[in-house]
DNA sequence: ATGCCCAATCTTGTATGCAAGATGGTCATT
DNA sequence: AATGACCATCTTGCATACAAGATTGGGCAT
């Protein structure tokens, strides 16, 4: 993934993978596509010119559309008919939005998981919460969002539903690029902390409801300060930062 | 070189739609062959080869491919990688999982109603409502379906979130396609149209929580009885199970 | 000078050609 | 006769050619 040299081509003259690369082309492109738009690199609103990207990526049009398909899906990109496709703008509004479905996901697969979960994985879990409660202390935000995806993941694997967990995944490209952004997510990390330990004792306590109703709450949580919904677009001369907790 | 229907191509000899349909043809194509997936034209399991789409369809194979993607996305057909695209099965625990997933949409767009409901909306919903039941008394299920749609298309619009507005639509084909099946929603007609009622008193009385869950109880009730698991962890209310057949 | 129209160019949408992988049947070998 | 390898063919994945709509800049008329 650091391989951001400067040739973004997928195959080196000579290369010997040349061949093997067939028939993943275009997932190939779509998570690079993906990954720039994630780190900002396509920034919103640019637009993306097939050749253009074709001489980047070292592929045909063909992946290339392919690839503008499943990121649309994704919601990281905007196909305008028979014009230009461009990185999808995200605004508060739209991350609200996001976020209030997203929640009711992760509410529902906490949900169907109390109804599934074994001991073992009760026991797994808190062991990746304890980690959790390490990293905070260290302060390495870095490897605790990565615990904190994993166990996400867990919950929505535990739930074993495949079209929950295929409609969370095309969500999910939004959310982590909504998290990303600098004046989300900033410094509620001791209140997401206290929350998943809550969660973990509804799920261990196999109480559906009552994770549901946490895991919505935690994620809505996540959303800048009381964004109620009322506020639309963006208010542009808010420089305020909230204070870290 | 006699199709099966040959007035399935798109275009015939001298139609002067011919340029028009340029920038469509592949939801035009999508279209198509969503109708005939829904349809059971094309049944679950089956190969669909792009070049004989395209002579009945009467397009090249890149609209098709591109429809091929979108259908995917909606979980209607499944691409093998490598190797032909074949019409998604949809069994019973597959059924199961898909509306637990649509009724917590539901029941999140009936929870953003309550919240923007006009009463002039309320007004419509309730004409609607009473159209229902006056086709239900003249046993004309094809109107009735329609009225019925058109109420629930009505709520995820009123909830105006996008993001739950795409993610709802994405689902939709595949439930209607679960409708469509035999032995799927009975007769649980009166029992359904009770329900409606008990939601719009819900939507009138702007009680988010209560048509949220009666939204999604709504759905589930949809199932066949005694579809497989243990039932929802909904002890509450447990005098309300209709042990119907 | 300003505004409208047209054409040159760019960009996307569609069709088709070509190569690699999959499929299926036949033949040789045990 | 059964089994496994091989070859012909089919099908998909990718690349590229071609056409139509969009964009834009300049020229012309007012």
């Not at 275009?26 to 640019?46: D, T, V, Y």
């Not at 994770?211 to 949580?221: C, K």
Request: hydrophobic residues 40%.
């Amino acid at each position: 993934m650091s391989e951001t040299d400067s040739s973004l081509a997928l195959d080196l003259p000579g290369d010997p993978e040349a061949g093997r690369r067939r028939g993943r082309l275009h997932q190939e492109a779509a998570a690079r596509l993906r990954e720039k738009i994630l780190s900002g690199e396509l920034p919103p609103g640019m637009r993306l010119r097939e050749v253009q990207l074709c001489e980047q990526i070292g592929v045909s049009r063909t992946p290339i559309r392919e690839a503008f398909r499943t990121l649309a899906a994704e919601g990281l990109v905007e196909l305008l008919p028979n014009r230009s496709v461009v990185v999808a703008e995200l605004r508060m509004p739209d991350i609200e939005h996001l976020y209030r479905v997203f929640g009711a996901l992760e509410g529902l697969a906490g949900e169907l998981a109390c109804q599934r979960v074994t001991e073992a994985q009760v026991a797994e879990m808190g062991r990746l919460l304890s980690q959790m409660v390490d990293l905070h202390q260290k302060g390495d935000r870095g490897r605790y969002m990565e615990i904190n995806r994993q166990i996400h993941r867990m919950v929505i694997d535990i739930a074993a539903n495949p079209v929950l967990t295929a409609t969370w995944a095309s969500l999910l490209p939004r959310v982590e690029r909504a998290r990303a952004l600098p004046n989300l997510d900033p410094n509620r990390w001791t209140a997401a902390l206290l929350e998943h330990s809550k969660m973990f004792t509804a799920l261990a306590a196999r109480d559906g409801k009552l994770l549901s109703e946490l895991a919505r709450q935690h994620f809505l949580n996540g959303l800048p300060y009381n964004s109620g919904h009322a506020d639309e677009s963006a208010p542009p001369t808010r420089s305020r930062r909230r204070p870290k907790d």
